[in-house]
C-alpha cells in the first residue's frame, strides 16, 4: 500500500518536470540559428512566401505566446504537426516508438542476462584468467564505437558472409509487417499466428541487436563485477560463510542481492537513454526508430517533434526511475518509502 | 503449452517460406532519405518529389533520346521536344501571350473519374492557394494572377500570360510541382480546417498517374502499385519498393549483392572506389546542368571591385578541383549557362594562372595578404569542405587570406535568405534546363532565390526581360549570348565545376530515361 502510494506521488512528480521541460525545449528550440519558415518555404521561395509561411507557423509571435498557443493544443490532444512531412507529430512519434523500444528491450534483456552472470563470475574468480579476460573484453566492448562494429558487422556478416539480412530495416524485403497491435512486430506476429512475419523481423533484429549488446553487456560486466566485489567482502558474507551456507546460496541469496542494487541504477540509467538516443544504430541499420528521427528533426528546425520527443524522453525517465526505486525497496527490506 | 507450439510451429513454417529476396515484377530502389510529405503541390523533398512523378501525370512531357542516340550510354530526354500527357495538344496565340491546352479525353483515374479541365483548374488553385505552396514558380511562368486561368469547356483550358513567357510550356514538363490531381477524389477529403485537402494529400494519394500507392510504413518503406488502367499501357514495372537506407555505404553494398535494383545519391568517392569496377553494377557518368558555385559578396568591397573578382577567378585550381575533389565526375564550367543547355556559348575566359591573378589585385590596388575573405560553407557537405580546403590554398598563394567559415545548413539557409555572407559555396541545379530561366534565377537583380552575390545591373535586367518576352529564336539567342559575356566580364559568382551526376544501377535494368532533374519513371523501366 505504502508502495503504491510512493509510485503515485512519483507519477505526479511528472507534472512539474514536463513543465519545466516543455519551457526550456521551446525555448532552447528557437534559439538554435536558422529561421524554420525558411527551411519549410524550401529553396526557391520568395520572401513574400516566407513571410507567409511564418504567419501560417505563428513564428512572428512573441514567444511566449507561442509558448502558451502551444500548451493549449496539447490539452487539446494536438502536439503539433511536422513541417517536412505534414503529419501530426504525436501519431509519427508513436509510430517510432515501438521501433526503438523493441529493438532497445530485447537487446537490453539479453545484455543483462549475459552480462550479470559474467560479471558475478569475474568477481568470484577475481585475479584469475577469466577474469582478466572477461575484463579486457569489457573495456573493448565500451571502447568499441557503434558505428564501426555496426559497420564491420554488415560487411562481414551481410555482404561477405552472406549469413546476416540486408540492413533495410525491421523486416524483410518481400514480408508485409504483420497486422498492427503493439507496433512490436515480434509480438504481433506471435499475437497473429503470422511465422513469416515472426522469422523476419528476429532474423532483421539479429545484427543490430548483436552490435547493441556488446556495447550494453560491456559496462553491465564491469559494474556487477566491481559492486559484487564489495559485497564479497563485507563482513556478513564471511560470517555467512563461517556458518557453513552453502556457497552457492550465500552467493545468489545474500551477495548478488545486494550487489544489484547499483546494477540496477546503472541499467535504469543506460534503457533510458538508449530508448531515444541509440541514434548512431537506427541510422546503420535503417531502423525506423525514434532517435533517429528526432535528430533528423533538429536538423530540419522542425521544433515540434523535437519538443514532442524531449517530453516523452522524460516521461520515460520518470517512469523507468520509478521502477528501479520499487525494485530497490523490493530487493532490499531495509528500504522503506 | 499448445500455444507456444502453435507458435513455434508457425515459426518453422515462417523460416521454410522464408523469401529474402523481392518478388519478379518488383523494382527495388534503395533511398537515402525520408519519403515523406508527399502534396505535389508544395513537396520539397527529392524522394517525395520522385513518388509524386509516378503516381501523378503533367500535362506535358518531353521526347525520348534513345540510348544509342545519346552520348552518354543512356537514354535522356529530349528537352527541346515537347510531347504531350494529359495534354493531347497545345497552341499558341496572340504572338506567345495565351497557351490553349486541348486535353485528353478519355482518361480514367484509378479512383474511376474521368479525367476534365477541372483537375488542371484545381490543381492550380491548390498551387496558389495553400500557404506552404510556392505560387511563385506561377509567377516565374507568367501567371500574374488565377483570374488570368480561364476553363473554356471539360477539355479545353486557357493561360493568359503577362507577356510571351520561354519557361511556362517546359514548366510543365519539367516542374513535379505542376502535376495534375484527381480533383473529384481530392475534394472528398476536405474539411474546413483543410479546405484544399493539404492534410490529406501529404499522407495519401489522389493519383493520375501509371502508380498508386500500395503500402506505406513511416520512415522505412512506401510500395507503389502499376495501375493496369493507364491510358499510356500498362506499366512495365509491376511494383516500385522504396526502402529508407540512410547510410550510404549500406546503400552502395546493398547495390553490389543485387539485393536492390538501383540507388541514387551516392557520393563522387564511393561511386568512384566502390561502384565504378564492380561486377553486376552499370555507372553512368552524365554531366549537369547543377552548377557549383563561389559566391562573391558584390555589394561590399573589396569585391565591388571587379578587378578583384577577376583575381579571383584566375586563382581557381580548376582541374585540381575536378580531379580531386570530384574525382574526374566534372566538367569545365564554360558560361553561366550550363554546357547542356541552349544557347551556351563558351565565354569563360578565367583559367588557373596565379601570375595574373596577382597582376590583377596590383592593379587593383592591393598588395599581397591586405584583403582577408570568409568563406562560408554548409559543415554536412564532405565535398564543399574539401573545395573550400583548395580554395583557401589558392586564394594565400595569391596573397588574399581566407578565414573557414562552417555553417549549420539551418543557419546557412537563412544567410542565403538575408544573403549575409562575404563569399560562399553553393550548389546549384536549375529545375528547368532553360537559359532564360537559370540567367534569371541568378543574376537578375529582382530575382528572390538565387542571385546569391547580390549582383544588379540595370543593362542585364533589361537584357533579360527583354529575352524573356522574345518571340524570334534568333533575337532571343543573340540576347542570350550578350547576357553570357557580360557576366564572364563581371563574374560575380566563379563557377567552378559542373558536376556529373552518377546513375547507378544493376546491369540488368533496361528503359531508364535520364531526366535533367534527376527523376526517375518507372513504368517504362524492366528487369532483364
Redo the contacts between chains.
Keep these: 500500500m505504502r508502495l503504491l502510494f510512493f509510485v503515485i506521488r512519483r507519477l505526479l512528480q511528472l507534472i512539474p518536470v514536463l513543465i519545466g521541460v516543455s519551457i526550456i525545449t521551446f525555448a532552447t528550440a528557437r534559439l538554435l540559428p536558422g529561421n524554420a519558415a525558411i527551411m519549410a518555404a524550401g529553396p526557391l521561395a520568395s520572401p513574400e512566401d516566407i513571410a507567409r509561411l511564418e504567419t501560417h507557423m505563428k513564428l512572428d509571435r512573441p514567444v511566449w505566446e507561442q509558448y502558451f498557443s502551444y500548451v493549449n493544443d496539447i490539452f487539446h490532444g494536438d502536439f503539433g504537426k511536422s513541417w517536412r512531412t505534414g503529419r501530426p507529430v504525436l501519431t509519427e512519434l508513436m509510430e517510432h516508438f515501438p521501433a526503438s523500444f523493441e529493438l532497445v528491450t530485447f537487446s537490453l534483456f539479453i545484455a543483462i542476462l549475459i552480462g550479470v552472470p559474467l560479471g558475478v563470475v569475474a568477481a568470484i574468480r577475481q585475479g584469475s584468467r577469466t577474469d582478466q579476460l572477461l575484463r579486457a573484453l569489457s573495456v573493448g566492448g565500451i571502447s568499441i564505437p557503434v558505428f564501426w562494429s555496426g559497420l564491420v558487422a554488415i560487411f562481414v556478416f551481410y555482404y561477405i558472409l552472406k549469413i546476416a539480412p540486408a540492413p533495410i530495416g525491421r523486416i524483410g524485403f518481400s514480408v508485409r509487417p504483420p497486422t498492427h497491435i503493439t507496433g512490436f512486430y515480434v509480438l504481433d506476429s506471435i499475437l497473429t499466428l503470422n511465422g513469416q512475419a515472426l522469422a523476419s523481423s528476429l532474423y532483421q533484429m539479429a545484427l543490430p541487436s548483436l552490435t547493441l549488446i556488446i556495447a550494453m553487456m560491456s559496462p553491465i560486466v564491469r559494474i556487477t563485477r566491481s559492486s559484487m566485489l564489495d559485497v564479497l567482502n563485507e563482513d556478513y558474507i564471511r560470517s555467512a560463510k563461517a556458518s557453513g551456507l552453502k556457497r552457492r546460496v550465500v552467493l545468489y541469496r545474500d551477495a548478488l542481492k545486494n550487489a544489484l542494487l547499483p546494477v540496477i541504477t546503472l541499467i535504469g540509467g543506460y534503457y533510458g537513454y538508449s530508448l531515444g538516443g541509440e541514434v548512431l544504430v537506427e541510422q546503420i541499420f535503417s531502423w525506423p526508430g525514434m532517435g533517429r528521427y528526432s535528430v533528423e528533426a533538429i536538423f530540419n528546425l522542425d521544433y515540434a517533434p523535437v519538443q514532442a520527443f524531449v517530453m516523452l524522453t522524460a516521461v520515460l525517465y520518470v517512469a523507468i526511475y520509478t521502477i528501479v526505486d520499487v525494485l530497490y525497496a523490493v530487493i532490499d527490506p531495509r528500504i522503506r518509502y | 503449452m499448445k500455444r507456444s507450439a502453435?507458435?513455434l510451429?508457425?515459426?518453422?513454417?515462417?523460416?521454410a517460406?522464408?523469401?529474402?529476396?523481392?518478388?519478379a515484377g518488383?523494382f527495388?530502389v534503395?533511398v537515402g532519405a525520408?519519403l515523406?510529405?508527399w502534396?505535389p503541390h508544395?513537396a520539397?523533398?527529392f524522394q517525395a518529389n520522385e513518388i509524386n512523378w509516378n503516381t501523378y501525370d503533367r500535362l506535358l512531357t518531353f521526347e525520348t533520346i534513345p540510348a544509342d542516340e545519346s552520348p552518354y550510354g543512356v537514354a535522356m530526354i529530349d528537352s527541346t521536344k515537347l510531347k504531350g500527357m494529359l495534354a493531347e495538344s497545345w497552341e499558341l496565340q496572340e504572338d506567345g501571350k495565351v497557351v490553349v491546352f486541348h486535353l485528353r479525353e478519355g482518361v480514367i483515374f484509378p479512383s474511376g473519374n474521368e479525367f476534365t479541365s477541372e483537375d488542371v483548374r484545381y490543381s492550380i488553385e491548390r498551387k496558389w492557394e495553400i500557404?506552404?505552396a510556392?505560387?511563385?514558380?506561377l509567377n516565374v511562368m507568367g501567371l500574374s494572377t488565377l483570374d488570368n486561368m480561364v476553363v473554356v469547356d471539360d477539355y479545353t483550358i486557357k493561360f493568359i500570360l503577362d507577356s510571351p513567357n520561354a519557361i511556362f510550356l517546359p514548366g510543365w514538363a519539367f516542374l513535379s510541382t505542376m502535376s495534375i490531381v484527381d480533383a473529384a477524389e481530392l475534394k472528398k477529403h476536405v474539411t474546413a480546417d483543410d479546405p484544399y485537402g493539404?492534410?490529406y494529400l501529404?499522407?495519401n494519394i489522389a493519383p493520375t498517374g501509371p502508380y498508386v500507392l500500395e503500402?506505406y510504413?513511416?520512415?522505412?518503406?512506401v510500395i507503389l502499385k502499376a495501375y493496369e488502367g493507364y491510358w499510356d499501357g500498362v506499366p512495365k514495372t509491376d511494383r516500385i519498393?522504396y526502402?529508407?537506407?540512410?547510410?550510404e555505404?549500406?546503400r552502395v553494398?546493398?547495390l553490389?549483392?543485387g539485393?536492390v535494383d538501383m540507388s541514387y545519391f551516392i557520393s563522387a568517392e564511393q561511386v568512384s572506389s566502390q561502384l565504378m569496377d564492380a561486377p553486376g553494377v552499370d555507372v553512368f557518368s552524365i554531366p549537369t546542368a547543377g552548377s557549383q558555385y563561389f559566391n562573391l559578396q558584390t555589394t561590399r568591397e573589396p569585391l565591388y571591385n571587379v578587378l578583384v573578382r577577376r583575381a579571383i577567378a584566375y586563382a581557381v585550381p580548376y582541374d585540381d578541383l575536378i580531379e580531386n575533389v570530384m574525382y574526374g565526375f566534372a566538367s569545365r564550367a564554360t558560361s553561366p549557362v550550363p554546357t547542356l543547355t541552349a544557347y551556351h556559348k563558351d565565354v569563360y575566359p578565367y583559367d588557373y594562372n596565379p601570375t595574373m591573378a596577382r597582376d590583377l589585385l596590383a592593379q587593383a590596388g592591393y598588395g599581397p595578404g591586405e584583403i582577408t575573405l570568409t568563406l562560408s560553407y554548409r559543415l554536412?557537405n564532405p565535398d564543399e569542405e574539401a573545395l573550400a580546403i583548395y580554395l583557401k590554398d589558392a586564394l594565400e598563394d595569391v596573397g588574399i587570406n581566407v578565414v573557414i567559415d562552417k555553417v549549420?545548413?539551418?543557419?546557412f539557409?537563412?544567410m542565403r535568405?538575408a544573403q549575409d555572407y562575404e563569399t560562399s559555396l553553393l550548389f546549384w541545379i536549375p529545375?528547368v534546363n532553360n537559359p532564360i530561366y537559370q540567367l534569371s534565377y541568378g543574376y537578375h537583380s529582382a530575382s528572390?532565390?538565387?542571385n546569391y552575390g547580390r549582383y544588379s545591373s540595370a543593362t542585364f535586367d533589361a537584357m533579360l526581360d527583354a529575352a524573356k518576352a522574345e518571340t524570334d529564336p534568333v533575337k532571343q539567342e543573340g540576347l542570350v549570348n550578350a547576357m553570357q559575356e557580360l557576366i564572364a566580364g563581371e563574374v560575380p559568382i566563379i563557377l567552378l565545376y559542373h558536376p556529373n551526376r552518377q546513375i547507378t544501377m544493376r546491369d540488368n535494368v533496361e528503359g531508364y530515361v535520364y531526366w535533367t532533374n534527376f527523376l526517375v519513371r518507372y513504368d517504362a523501366i524492366t528487369k532483364n
Design positions: 502453435t507458435v510451429l508457425s515459426l518453422l513454417v515462417g523460416l517460406l522464408f523469401a529474402p529476396m523481392a518478388l518488383d527495388t534503395a525520408e515523406e510529405g502534396d508544395t520539397i523533398f500557404p506552404t510556392s505560387r511563385w514558380i493539404h492534410d501529404n499522407l503500402s510504413v513511416p520512415g522505412s518503406e519498393i526502402k529508407v537506407v540512410p547510410e555505404s549500406n553494398l546493398l553490389k549483392s539485393d554536412d549549420a545548413s539551418t543557419r539557409s537563412e535568405g529545375y528572390g532565390c538565387c
